[in-house]
């Protein structure tokens, strides 16, 4: 499953793992893929560059890279006290009415939320940076497009790859203008935040906009026969997100968010802005449901939202309030049925892909003259 991409990071498989866990990513480039971090829920620097640590220590040598969410313009002065001082009263009382309504308990005195996700502000996201930097990173992706120009030319001039999610082919060429090294088109079946363009249709579309930047595919992914898919539509590998989320390195913290993971089907999810102010595809649930009723004040934009439902959330997960209880994850859900390691998963993976390619191969040589 070798692409011109992975042989330029070093690489077995072309299989390219988000994932918020350490040890998920580690797992990921000691089998063969690229394991990638997500840092959106790093709040202090020490943490990130703790993590990263445990990361290069277990990744066996392998390369790897950080996922961050930073806006493309720089925004000088802004705090996380600014942005706070900006949420309306009527939306925290909304929050507190419907956490009253289920029944869900305080968080201890002097208990901080493990959900205060800041990492898409600015200042946040550059402070992570720097930590990212001394680290031996391989590539960095940025989730909300390209990258602030000076994070760019840094990245390049320390030779990290830099990558960027699009969810169509507009967004693509932006990044290509911008410098881009790798285009993620991220389909509408993806988890978190996603367009509004199906995988199958926004593949090539990216492919054929951004030529000959390499392309990975992402939403829908979940076995061998879709990274073949994936691959036959122009990409150079495939990015893959929800599908660790059930795996046995995962840390999520919560048996009752796992057990309702595997017993999900593909409809199970929805493209909302509950979570974050932009739509992002998560398990639909009474939570998500709530913010979408007319009666609902509406969503603040990022990262409002964020700061807005962060305590919510932890206590949501911290006591397991099964109806609210949710997480960003896309349709591949429906395959999600069992907890399997890493190495499992990604050897899978490879199998699925290899029945696929003799499945083609058998059909072009019918084929041939």
């Known amino acids: 499953m070798e692409t011109e991409l992975s042989q330029q990071l070093g690489i077995e498989h072309a299989l390219f793992g988000f994932t918020p866990f350490p040890a998920v990513a580690a797992a990921i480039s000691r089998a063969g893929g690229f394991g990638v971090l997500g840092a ?104 909300l497009g390209s990258p602030p120009a000076d994070i760019v030319a840094r990245a390049h001039d320390r030779g990290v790859l830099v990558a960027a999610l699009a969810g169509s082919a507009e967004h693509a060429r932006r990044h290509a203008a911008a410098g881009i090294d790798v285009v993620v088109a991220q389909g509408y079946e993806a988890g978190g935040h996603t367009g509004e363009i199906g995988s199958m249709v926004l593949v090539p579309e990216v492919v054929e906009a951004v030529a000959p930047l390499p392309v990975l595919a992402a939403g829908g992914i979940g076995s061998g026969e879709q990274v073949a898919a994936g691959l036959a539509l122009g990409a150079q590998g495939v990015w893959l997100g929800s599908l660790w989320l059930t795996t046995e390195e995962a840390d999520l913290h919560s048996p009752a968010l796992t057990r309702k993971l595997l ?27 709530a913010w979408d009723d007319p009666a609902a004040p509406g969503t603040l934009p990022m990262p409002l939202q964020g700061l807005l439902v962060a305590d919510a959330v932890s206590r949501i997960q911290k006591y397991e309030v099964g109806a609210l209880l949710g997480t960003p994850v896309g349709q591949i859900v429906g395959r999600m049925t069992s907890e399997r390691s890493v190495r499992a998963v990604v050897d899978d993976l490879t199998r699925g892909f290899e029945r696929a390619v003799t499945r083609i191969n058998r059909i072009a040589g019918r084929s041939a003259p």
């Open 40 to 143: 959106v829920r790093y709040t202090a620097p020490d943490e990130l560059a703790r993590d990263l640590d445990l990361l290069e220590r277990h990744a066996g040598g392998k390369p790897f890279g950080l996922d961050v969410v930073m806006p493309a313009r720089k925004v000088e002065g802004v705090t996380e006290a600014d942005v706070e001082a900006m949420i309306p009263a009527a939306h925290r009382g909304f929050v507190q009415d419907v956490l009253a309504r289920y029944g869900v308990p305080e968080l201890a005195e002097g208990e901080a939320s493990g959900w205060r996700i800041t990492g898409w502000m600015e200042e946040v996201a550059r402070n992570q940076l720097d930590v990212a930097f001394e680290h031996p990173i391989k590539l960095l992706a940025n989730a």
């Open 263 to 289: 017993a999900a089907g593909s409809g199970d999810t929805v493209r909302s802005r509950a979570l974050t102010g932009k739509p992002a595809r998560q398990l639909r649930t009474e939570w998500t449901d």
